[in-house]
C-alpha cells in the first residue's frame, strides 16, 4: 500500500514514479497477493526497477541507503552535502519529480554513527524521520501498540513510529549525521538534479565540495564532468539579469550540456564536445552582456573554441533579420544566434570616386575600387579589382555593389550540425523573401563547417503551379525525415538542399513525393517501391484502417517520429482484366459492375452495369476501383533515415504512433465520431423511432444476419440506383415497379462519366444509333 501512496503533497505515486525514472510498467496489487508486477524491456531495466521500489520501502520505514562515494555507479550519483544540511519535509522528492530522477538521502556505511537508545516522556520535542527527510513534532500522552514504537504527533497528525527514526529536536549525532544525497537515473536527468542541488547549498556553503565523482564524472564514459564558468566582472550585472529569464531556456538545447547557474557562475555537465560548445556560449554570452545588447557581440573579441560549434553567414540587413527571425529560429531549429556589430555604417550607395566597395566575382565577394563613379543614382560604375598579382576593371550596376560594412554576421551556434545549418539556410531564405538577390550569397551557399568537410549544397527548381506555402511545408517534412537541411527560396522558385551527398539523394527522393502530394499529405504517390533501395519501410493496415487516415493523422506521426508518412496511388498502374468486378463512383456512391475496356483518347473506362447490352457507361479513371474488402491488406509507407529499432525515434516510433492513432481513428469512426469513408452513416432510427448503434461487424465485413440484424447497417444511407436506359430513352419501362433500375431523370451525363442516350455513347462521345 506504501508503493500506492504519493511521494508528498501534490507530487506523484511511488510506483508511478519508479516506472517513469526506469522506463518500465510497474502494477500493484494486494490482498492474497500482495506485491509489486514489472514489466521491463530488459532484466537491466527490471533490476533497477525492483531495486528502486525495495529503497523506497525502506526509506519509509526509517531506513537510509548505505553508499560509498566516490564509486562510480551507472545510473547513481552519490553527492556529499554538507553536514545534516537542511531540508524541507518532501524537498527532495519535489526535487525527483521535476528532474526524472529518485533522490533520497543515503549514508556512508564506513562514517554512519551507531545506533542510540533515547528515553521519552509526553510531550518531548522531538524529530522523526519521515519521508526522507527529519519532521519536527512532540511525543503525544498515548502508548504505542508495539515494544519498539513510540506516538509522534506532528503537523500532519499523531503516527507511531518505530523508536529508532525518533530523536531529540536539535541533535546532531557522532560523524555529522547522514551526509549523502543519491540521485538515481538517466546521465542528463541526474546532472540536472545535481546542478539544482548545488545552486541550494552553495548559496550557503559556497566552498562546498560535492565529491570526486559529482565532479570528475556522472557514469561509466571517462570524459563526462562538470565545466564551470565565470564571468568577468564587467558582465556580472547583465549575467545575472539573463540567467533568471531567457539565458537558461536558450542555451540548454542550443550547446546539449546540461546547464546551472549558482549566483554569478554557470556550469555545463556533459562530455567533451557539448562542455566544450556550452562554453563557447558561455564567452559569447559574456561579450554581449559587455555590449550591453542580448544577441550581439564585438569583432574584436571573437573565442576561438567557435569555429568547433558555430558556423558564419554575412548577409545584408543583418540587424533587420536578427531582430526580426532570430527569436523564432533559435527556438525551433535549438541554436543560439548572435548578431556581429560592425563600427561602421551599413548604408549601401551611392559610391564615389575612390570608395572601396564589395563585388561579387567568381563565385565570391571581392573588395575594389570605385574607378568612374554612376552617371545617375543605381547606374554603371566602373570598379577595379586586384587578387594580389594583377589588376582589372569591371562593370556593375551600383544596386549590386555593397559597402564593406554593409554585410553584416550572424553567428549560427549550437551542437548539432543539422540544427545550426537549417537555421542558417532559413535565414538565407527570409533575406530572399526581403528583396536580397541569392547572387549576393554567392559561396555563403556552400558552407562547409570544420567538423563536417563532407557538407555541400544544391540548389534545384521547383515545379511551377504549387503554391509557396505548399513548398514552406514540404521542405519542413522532407528536412525532418532525412536529416538534410531544406529550405524553399519560393520568390526564387527553388529548394536548396544542404547534407552530405547521401541526406541529399534521400530529401531528392522525398521531394519528387511531396510535389506529386501537392499540399495533401494524405494524397496517394505513384511510385515503384522496388526502386527506392534503403529507408523505405512498410506497415500493413487493413482497408477499414486506411479509410480513416487523413492528412491531421500523418502529420502528427511525422512530427513525432521525424519520418515521412504516405500512401501509394495504388492504382496509376493498375491494369484491369475484361470482366472483372470493380466498384465505380455514382452520385456519390460506389456500386458495383463489370470492366469492359478502356475508352481510347480518353481518361475513362468501359463498365458493364446491368445484363443488358445497353447498359453500359464511361468511368473517370479516379472513379473506379476495386470491390471494398474492410478485411484486405494494403500499405502505408514511411521513409525514414533512422529504422528506429529501440522504438524511441525513427521508424520504430512511427509504427508504434501510427498503431495508437489509427487505433483511436478507427474507434471514433465506430461510434460516428469521425467522418471518414464507411463512417459516415453512424446511427440510424430504428422502427420505433429510436436510434441505432451501429453494426461492428458489418464495419469488418463479417456480419452474418443480414435484415434481422440488431444493429444499424447504414440503410439511411441506401445507395442509388443506376438508370434505367429504356425509361430515359422512351419515357416508359415495360417492367414497370418491377425494375431493378432507377426510373428518374439522370444527371450524370454532365459529370466524369458518359451515359448512354439514344442507343448509347460511343467511344468518341458521339450519338451511335447503329449500335442501337
Known amino acids: 500500500e506504501s508503493l500506492s501512496e504519493p511521494l508528498g503533497n501534490g507530487l506523484p505515486k511511488a510506483q508511478s514514479h519508479v516506472a517513469q525514472v526506469v522506463g518500465a510498467r510497474i502494477d500493484i496489487g494486494w490482498g492474497e497477493m500482495p506485491g509489486a508486477t514489472i514489466e521491463a524491456a530488459d532484466v537491466e531495466t527490471l533490476r533497477r526497477a525492483r531495486y528502486l521500489l525495495r529503497l523506497l520501502l525502506e526509506e519509509r520505514a526509517g531506513t537510509l541507503p548505505k553508499l560509498q562515494p566516490g564509486k562510480r555507479r551507472p545510473f547513481c550519483t552519490v553527492l556529499k552535502m554538507p ?41 518531548d520535542e522531538v524529530e522523526t524521520f519521515f519521508g526522507g527527510t527529519w519532521c519536527e513534532g512532540l511525543i503525544g500522552p498515548g502508548k504505542a501498540g508495539s515494544a519498539d514504537g513510540v506516538i509522534v504527533v506532528t503537523a500532519d497528525g499523531e503516527w507511531e513510529v518505530k523508536r529508532s527514526t525518533v530523536r531529540p529536536k536539535g541533535f546532531v549525532p557522532e560523524g555529522g549525521g547522514p551526509s549523502l544525497v543519491a540521485l538515481f537515473g538517466t546521465r ?82 556533459g562530455n567533451f564536445e557539448e562542455r566544450s560548445c556550452a562554453l563557447s556560449a558561455f564567452m559569447m554570452v559574456e561579450q554581449a552582456a559587455k555590449a550591453g545588447d542580448w544577441g550581439s557581440a564585438f569583432p574584436n573579441r571573437m573565442p576561438a573554441e567557435l569555429s568547433d560549434c558555430s558556423i558564419e553567414l554575412k548577409v545584408p540587413n543583418a540587424a533587420y533579420l536578427f531582430k526580426t527571425f532570430a527569436q523564432d529560429l533559435e527556438t525551433e531549429f535549438g541554436v543560439l544566434i548572435f548578431h556581429v556589430k560592425e563600427d561602421a555604417s551599413a548604408e549601401q550607395g551611392p559610391f564615389g570616386m575612390g570608395d572601396t566597395v564589395s563585388v561579387y566575382q567568381q563565385g565570391s565577394w571581392m573588395e575594389g575600387m570605385i574607378m568612374e563613379p554612376a552617371a545617375e543614382t543605381g547606374g554603371q560604375v566602373q570598379v577595379m579589382l586586384s587578387d594580389g598579382e594583377s589588376s582589372w576593371t569591371v562593370t556593375q550596376n551600383e544596386a549590386d555593389l555593397w559597402s564593406p560594412t554593409a554585410l553584416g554576421r550572424l553567428i549560427f551556434l549550437g551542437f548539432q550540425p543539422f540544427g545550426k545549418a537549417s537555421a542558417r539556410l532559413r535565414m538565407i531564405a527570409k533575406a530572399a523573401e526581403n528583396g536580397t538577390s541569392l547572387q549576393v550569397f554567392g559561396d555563403e551557399l556552400k558552407v562547409r563547417t570544420s567538423t563536417e568537410p563532407s557538407l555541400d549544397t544544391e540548389v534545384l527548381p521547383t515545379p511551377n503551379g ?22 524553399a527560396f519560393t520568390s526564387n522558385s527553388v529548394m536548396a538542399l544542404y547534407g552530405d551527398r547521401d541526406a541529399r539523394e534521400r530529401a531528392k527522393q522525398c521531394l519528387q513525393w511531396v510535389y506529386q502530394q501537392n499540399g495533401d499529405p494524405a494524397c496517394g504517390v505513384a511510385f515503384n517501391p522496388a526502386d527506392v533501395g534503403q529507408h523505405l519501410y512498410l506497415m500493413t493496415v487493413t482497408e477499414s484502417e486506411k479509410e480513416v487516415i487523413d492528412a491531421d493523422l500523418i502529420q502528427a506521426i511525422e512530427n513525432d517520429a521525424e519520418v515521412f508518412v504516405f500512401m501509394r496511388d495504388e492504382l496509376a498502374d493498375k491494369k484491369w482484366e475484361y470482366g472483372q468486378t470493380v466498384e465505380f463512383k455514382y452520385n456519390g456512391s460506389w456500386v458495383r459492375g463489370d470492366f469492359m475496356r478502356r475508352v ?79 463512417y459516415t452513416a453512424g446511427s440510424v432510427p430504428n422502427s420505433s423511432g429510436q436510434e441505432q448503434q451501429p453494426c461492428f461487424q458489418f464495419a469488418k465485413g463479417q456480419c452474418t444476419r443480414g435484415s434481422s440484424c440488431r444493429y444499424s447497417h447504414g440503410e439511411a444511407s441506401e445507395k442509388p440506383k443506376l438508370p434505367c436506359w429504356y425509361f430515359q430513352q422512351k419515357g416508359y419501362c415495360q417492367d414497370g415497379a418491377r425494375c431493378t433500375f432507377s426510373h428518374e431523370k439522370d444527371s450524370t451525363t454532365s459529370g466524369h462519366s458518359s451515359w448512354n442516350h439514344g442507343g448509347g455513347w460511343n467511344d468518341r462521345g458521339g450519338d451511335n444509333k447503329r449500335a442501337y
Open 83 to 123: 553536514p545534516d544540511f537542511p531540508f524541507a519535509e518532501g524537498e527532495l522528492h519535489q526535487l525527483g519529480a521535476e528532474c526524472g530522477v529518485v533522490a533520497m538521502r543515503a549514508e556512508d556505511p564506513e562514517t554512519v554513527a551507531k545506533p542510540q537508545a533515547f528515553e521519552f516522556k509526553p510531550f
Open 600 to 678: 481510347p483518347g480518353r481518361k475513362e473506362y468501359k463498365i458493364k452495369y446491368g445484363k443488358r447490352a445497353q447498359d453500359e457507361c464511361n468511368v473517370a479513371f479516379e472513379d473506379v476501383r476495386e470491390p471494398r474488402d474492410p478485411l484486405r491488406k494494403t500499405t502505408l509507407f514511411v521513409y525514414s533515415h533512422d529504422s528506429g529499432s529501440n522504438g524511441e525515434s525513427g521508424y520504430g516510433l512511427a509504427e508504434k504512433k501510427a498503431t495508437e492513432l489509427i487505433r483511436d481513428a478507427a474507434g471514433r469512426a465506430f461510434t460516428g465520431q469521425y467522418s471518414a469513408g464507411m
Open 466 to 487: 504549387i503554391a509557396p506555402k505548399v513548398l514552406e511545408n514540404a521542405s519542413r517534412r522532407v528536412a525532418r525525415a532525412t536529416r538534410c537541411c531544406v529550405e
Open 188 to 269: 542528463q536527468k541526474r546532472a540536472q538534479a545535481h546542478l539544482r542541488l548545488a545552486a541550494d547549498v552553495r548559496a550557503k556553503h559556497p566552498m562546498h565540495d560535492f565529491g570526486e565523482e559529482a565532479a570528475a564524472a556522472l557514469g561509466p564514459e571517462d570524459d563526462w564532468a562538470t565545466t564551470e564558468f565565470f564571468p568577468e566582472k564587467e558582465a556580472n550585472a547583465r549575467w545575472e539579469y539573463w540567467q533568471s529569464g531567457h539565458l537558461p531556456k536558450a542555451l540548454a538545447p542550443a550547446v546539449g550540456a546540461v546547464l546551472g547557474f549558482v549566483g554569478g557562475a554557470a556550469y555545463a555537465s
